[in-house]
């Protein structure tokens, strides 16, 4: 993942944008958790920046 954020960074975009967690079956209350927090980031985050490009 480490990788990927430093593409990201090289290119000039957001590294924020691209993360993983890990929910078994068993946790529940994680998955929610983490559900909302990452509905909570991508609003924060705004739009995706590449759909800027495909219009130009």
């Known amino acids: 993942m480490e990788y ?3 593409i990201l960074k090289t ?3 957001n590294p ?3 993360f ?4 078994s079956s ?3 209350d994680k998955f929610q958790k ?3 927090t990452t509905s909570e980031k991508i609003n924060k ?3 995706n920046p ?3 490009l495909k219009t130009e």
């Open 4 to 6: 990927v954020q430093e």
């Open 11 to 13: 290119i000039g975009f």
């Open 16 to 18: 924020e944008r691209v």
């Open 20 to 23: 993983m967690e890990y929910c």
């Open 26 to 28: 068993a946790e529940g």
């Open 34 to 36: 983490t559900a909302i």
């Open 45 to 47: 985050l705004g739009k």
């Open 50 to 52: 590449l759909n800027k």
